[in-house]
């Protein structure tokens, strides 16, 4: 009889320590994932030391250089030596403390693991100092004594060579599609929900900054501001709330964009307990409900802020804090989607026609978006780059040589008392010339043959209508009655300049 030969026995492989600096990059390789994580970790930071303006500086997407400097209330010399090895934080000291958290850090890992994956460098100085200091760490270790130096109020950290030791890692986002658009709408998040603070953004070598708001007590004119007029003049407060300790107690409010809103993508711009947060499953109940409401089913703009009990929330379930669990969430989230539905129905019931207006001086300072909604023509937006002294006038209101001639809401406000034509023209007149006069019989002679051809019904089109917008670099729509006129502007603007 054969005995079969036994199968070969393989040895259990041996399992041994990893070294701790491996176990440290890989842990970091999970926190920050890529530059707008870093990006994130670090704004979160200046937030919890009550900063009042952030500005981030962004080069190569984030992986040559990010610079994050704001006016918080820095960080103690005594604190720099351990600032950046993990698990150190000033903000919890006990696991029960995470039940009421208010920061937004309490891990203690994030500026220690950019230490692991890149070159991190403090300039800081706290309140009554006479100077800051600086000192730069490598792997969780100040790489030498802190140094004295000029600073100012606040905090400066810069990530230089992000993910310079993760080889794949860098490739990957070398040759995707680079960080500094995630960054940009990231701040742009941010700007519309911490209000009193001003935020920046801006790409290394670039004049002007991407994302610029500045501190305003309304909510509607920073997302003016950052999403542009043609977001914020589409959408509808909204809030709602329940005290029921069986089944949800949560307060929300926000804005969402109305039947005149057009999008191919839903933005959803979420904070939970003031934590920038993603939730799935309330961003498709809400997608469901526009779906169903609005004829054109565009994709929703949806700004929301829920506050609930900090022990209803748990913070701590996801590496990058992307992510929490709340209690009762589904009652939350079904009673979030039956108050939009309603407003959404209500809103639908009574759709408007909005007419576009040009704001002579914008009240916050532009911002982000390639959002054109203030340069209905051409040579408005060409305007702003002329020196002052080529300009030509067309508004003695508007010294930037807007066609505000065309743009007016209410074209009654000139000629409401006396529209007669000679009014009109001698007005145009004065602010054209101030010296003119208006007696010279040649120039009446001129007039009076420029009324004999005058079309009378034209007249009336054209002072009766309403601006709608330009149609493309020539042509403006108006409105007159139920008809829509196409306008050459340009050959009208020629007409003026020359008439
Ligand atoms: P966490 O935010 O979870 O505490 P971090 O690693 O992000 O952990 O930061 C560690 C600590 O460094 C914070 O607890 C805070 O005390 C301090 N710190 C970080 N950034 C700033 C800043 N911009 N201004 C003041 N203190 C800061
Ligand atoms: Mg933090």
Excluded: W
Excluded at 344 to 352: D, H
């Amino acid at each position: 009889m054969e005995i079969e030969p036994a199968e070969e026995v393989k040895e259990p492989p041996r399992i041994h320590r990893l070294d701790e600096s491996v176990v440290n990059r890989i842990a970091a390789g999970e926190v920050i994932q890529r530059p707008v994580s870093a990006v994130k970790e670090l704004v979160e930071n200046s937030l919890d030391a009550s900063s009042t303006s952030i500005s981030v500086l962004v080069k190569d997407g984030g992986l040559k250089l990010i610079q994050v400097s704001d006016d918080g209330h820095g960080i103690r010399y005594e604190d720099l030596p351990i600032l950046c090895e993990r698990h150190t934080t000033s903000k919890l000291s006990k696991y029960e403390d995470l039940q009421s958290i208010k920061s937004m850090g309490f891990r203690g890992e994030a500026l220690a693991s950019m230490t692991y994956v890149g070159h991190v460098t403090v300039t800081t100085i706290t309140r009554g100092q006479l100077h800051g200091y600086r000192v730069s760490y490598r792997d969780g270790v100040m790489e030498n004594e802190p140094k004295a130096c000029a600073a100012v109020k606040g905090t400066q950290i810069v990530i230089e060579n992000l993910f310079y030791n993760m080889v794949a890692r860098r490739k990957t986002l070398q040759n995707s599609a680079d960080d500094y658009t995630k960054i940009v709408d990231l701040l742009s998040r941010f700007a519309i929900h911490h209000i009193d603070v001003s935020f920046s953004c801006r790409k290394h070598g670039a004049a002007r900054a991407d994302v610029h708001s500045v501190a305003t007590p309304s909510r509607l004119n920073a997302i003016r501001s950052v999403y542009g007029l043609s977001v914020a003049q589409n959408l509808i407060k909204i809030e709602a709330s329940d005290n029921d300790p069986s089944s949800s107690v949560f307060e929300m409010d926000g804005f969402i964009s109305n039947s005149n809103y057009v999008a191919k993508k839903t933005t959803m711009v979420l904070f939970i307990n003031d934590r920038l947060v993603e939730c799935t499953a309330l961003k498709r109940a809400l997608e469901v409900v526009y779906v169903a409401t609005l004829p054109k089913a565009s994709k929703p703009f949806i700004y929301m802020s829920i506050t609930l009990p900090p022990e209803h929330v748990d913070v701590n379930v996801h590496p990058t804090k992307r992510e929490v669990s709340l209690l009762n969430q589904e009652v939350i989230v079904e009673k979030i989607q039956s108050v939009v539905e309603s407003v959404l129905r209500n809103s639908n019931e009574s759709r408007t026609f909005q007419e576009q207006t040009v704001e002579a001086t914008p009240s916050v300072p532009s911002v982000t978006n390639n959002d054109l909604h203030l340069s209905p023509s051409p040579s408005g937006s060409k305007s702003q780059r002329v020196p002052v002294n080529k300009i030509v006038r067309t508004d003695s209101s508007d010294p930037a040589g807007r066609m505000h001639a065309y743009l007016y809401k209410n074209p009654q406000k000139y000629l409401g008392r006396d529209s007669s034509l000679t009014t009109v023209r001698s007005s145009v007149r004065q602010r054209r010339n101030l010296k003119e006069t208006a007696d010279l019989t040649s120039i009446q002679e001129l007039i009076n043959d420029i009324d004999r051809k005058c079309h009378s019904g034209l007249l009336d089109i054209v002072r009766q209508s309403t601006y709608i917008g330009m149609a493309d670099d020539v042509f403006a729509l108006l409105q007159h009655n139920t008809h829509l006129y196409l306008a050459n502007v340009v050959n009208l603007r020629s007409m003026s300049l020359q008439g």
